[in-house]
């Protein structure tokens, strides 16, 4: 596993208090990859998104933040993004690169979004990606109920096509490998 980073995207401050599908799961469950990341001394990387000046999500500003709740140690590597692709003009590629990473596991918000625009650059990329289930999570918009949208990026889009899709209490195993 020392090949294995795991990605936790955009949960920032303004994304939690906006009340996304099962907010308070998505919490716990990057709470017990970082666990599962800490005793497998994997990396962990985190993913910030700036949305620009004016919105919730604008550099330097309180919603900007991480979650304090899964928050990065000291010298944790953060990339600010301005665009869905983690990879797009961050260096995350490069970085990834130069510390030998060749899978993923990714988590965070949002899945339509950020998670799949991540999620499909790094398979172009050529890695080998994981997405725990329920480590995702978006909100209810005017076509699709969250749960089911997340449900379907999971089972119909990622699973078997770009990533392996994988229960959260499979994970442990998924680590000692």
Aim: charged content about 25%; proline content about 6%.
């Amino acid at each position: 596993m020392k090949d294995t980073a795991l990605l936790i995207i955009d949960v920032q401050n303004s994304m939690i208090v906006d009340n996304p599908y099962n907010g308070k799961l998505l919490i716990s469950n990057i709470q017990k990859l970082l666990q599962l990341a800490k005793d497998h001394s994997l990396p962990v990387i985190y993913i910030r998104h700036d949305g620009g000046k004016g919105d919730s999500l604008e550099k330097g500003t309180p919603g900007w933040e991480i979650y304090e709740e899964i928050a990065p140690p000291k010298n944790s590597p953060i990339f600010d993004k301005r665009f869905n692709s983690a990879f797009k003009e961050t260096g995350l590629h490069d970085y990834l690169q130069s510390v030998n990473i060749q899978k993923l596991i990714l988590s965070g918000l949002q899945t339509e979004y950020c998670i799949d625009a991540t999620c499909k650059s790094a398979f172009d990329l050529g890695y080998e990606i994981i997405i725990p289930e329920n480590s995702t999570t978006t909100y209810d918009n005017a076509f699709f109920p969250a749960d089911k949208l997340t449900k379907f990026f999971e089972t119909k889009i990622w699973s078997g096509r770009f990533a392996s899709v994988i229960p959260m209490e499979h994970m442990p195993t998924e680590f000692s490998q």
